[in-house]
């Protein structure tokens, strides 16, 4: 194999070892959990991923295929034939395709039905999340995890990326990436460290309605004291007799 083709491969590898939001370590525990793995059995090591992507070594059949069998966005499965480099397009949808308004919409659908399901697992009403959504100053005084300062101050452009004005069609796919992996598997995790296995498990992911934010999520802990404060509202909500306001949706459930 070529020394051009090893780095376009590598360079691909790497672009969907992110969209997955794998380290490079955690990418070669993915592929021995599906029983990918060297000659004679061996794990393989982050070592052997480094090596990959930088075009030093060639990247195998094997975990070409598996990444082809296992990794689906939601505009289709990302194409063996892209990681051969044989193809510029990653899924089998081109990517002029991607941006279309039949897929945003049923892009849309599958993550609001994944909300509710959501939602409904921990007994919270969905217009009490879309009130508190609306309060200005949501993001100051509620002190979720996704919030946290966890290595930079751009962590939330880190994780979920609010949008590369530059670059929609890699957003996209990024964008697509993100959602499918959630609404199959009921969660995302996320690696902010570069240089650690360290994760954040988020359980529901929402497009944020607050200004350049993108992205908000929320762990196992957050949905907890989200619960905690429906009930302390609902509690005010029957002394001041408006839960009849709320059911309604008039009060910002939109």
Known sequence: MNKELMLLQGKRLKEIRKI??????????????????????????ERTI??????????PNTVKKAIAEN???????????????ESDNITPMPFDKINNADHIT???????????QILSAYNIDTHFVNWLLCKKDFLEWFNYEYKR??????????????GNKEDPISERIKYDAMFSDWIKKGYYDIYPYPDSDQKI?????????????????FTHNDL??????????LEYIN?????????????CTD
């Open 20 to 45: 997955m939001g794998k380290t490079q370590a955690s990418f070669a525990d993915w592929l021995n959990e599906i029983g990918i793995t060297g000659n004679y059995g061996e794990p393989y090591k």
């Open 50 to 59: 480094a090596s990959w992507e930088t075009g030093r070594r060639a990247l």
């Open 71 to 85: 990794i689906t966005l939601a505009n289709g499965h990302i194409q063996y034939a892209y990681l051969d480099g």
């Open 106 to 116: 049923e892009i849309s659908k599958s993550i609001k039905s994944k909300t509710f």
């Open 149 to 162: 300062e966890w290595t930079t101050d751009n962590f939330i452009k880190y994780a979920f990326h609010g």
């Open 201 to 217: 498990r988020f359980v529901l992911l929402l497009d944020s309605p607050i200004g350049d934010v993108g992205f908000l999520a």
């Open 224 to 233: 907890l004291h989200i619960k905690e404060l429906q009930d302390k509202a």
């Open 239 to 251: 002394l001041l007799n408006i839960k009849s306001l709320m059911d309604s949706g008039k009060i």
